[in-house]
């Protein structure tokens, strides 16, 4: 089956500690994003990546960074130096060359600092 | 800043009526548009997208735009109950980010049996 996985579902951590969560797709997608949601909030980019090897800040990325090693993995890493990381975190992936920009999600991930 | 618009409702509407959920943005250039439903605790799931303006139909749903006025709209005819989730509003603003998608708020819409 063809999809975007993301793991763990849930994730709890403590205050100071870094947490990876991870993003895969195998749909040959070249554009990987990472989204995240409060209530209320709606989506809010945090970093996108249209090739690997290369990736650009969103709009609220202080205290997130990413990786874009391999085409099919995206993986996000909230530091200690995000203040509030509780959230849901939802990974995307786009086909590059389409000018929509249509953008599938992944299952997201709900994160909760203790 | 670029904006999307959402009403963030509750949107309640009686089984088998039509809804209609508004959206506006701000950037002129925009060049395409997409409708999202989101479930209670779920990830957004695409309905449908439109580039033109005019409508455009897919089973219950009509995506509708106008690009003059800077309006979308997302008609769900015969509403069921399990139409009841948020729906997410989602612009493309093309130019140097043609890859980037900035969201609406989303409105809950209820439908009641």
């Known amino acids: 089956d063809g999809g975007i996985t993301q793991s763990p579902k849930y994730l709890f951590r403590k205050e100071g500690q870094n947490v990876t969560l991870s993003c895969e797709q195998n749909l040959n997608h070249d554009a990987m994003y990472w989204y995240r949601q409060d209530p209320g909030q709606g989506l809010r980019l945090i970093y996108y990546s249209q090739i690997v090897n290369d990736f650009q800040k969103g709009d609220i990325a202080e205290g997130y960074s990413v990786s874009r090693e391999k085409k099919e993995s995206f993986p996000l890493t909230v530091t200690s130096a995000q203040k509030n990381p509780t959230a849901f975190y939802l990974c995307?992936?786009?086909?590059?060359?389409?000018?929509?920009?249509?953008?599938?999600f992944g299952p997201g991930t709900r994160l909760t600092v203790l | 800043q670029k904006e999307v618009e959402q009403n963030s409702g509750p949107l309640s509407v009686p089984e088998g009526a039509i809804a209609s959920l508004n959206c506006t943005y701000s950037?002129?250039?925009?060049?395409?548009f997409f409708w999202y439903r989101q479930y209670s605790g779920k990830s957004p799931e695409l309905i449908m997208f439109?580039?033109?303006?005019g409508d455009k139909e897919d089973g219950r749903f009509t995506a509708q735009l106008n690009k003059a006025s800077q309006y979308v709209s997302l008609l769900i005819r015969d509403s069921q109950p399990s139409d009841s989730a948020t729906y997410l509003c989602?612009?493309?603003?093309?130019?140097?980010?043609?890859?980037?998608?900035?969201f609406g708020k989303g409105t809950l819409l209820t439908v009641n049996p």
């Open positions: 950037d002129r250039g925009s060049q395409s």
């Open positions: 989602a612009v493309n603003m093309g130019g140097g980010s043609n890859y980037k998608l900035t």
């Open positions: 439109i580039y033109s303006n």
């Open positions: 995307a992936s786009s086909p590059q060359g389409l000018a929509s920009g249509t953008q599938y």
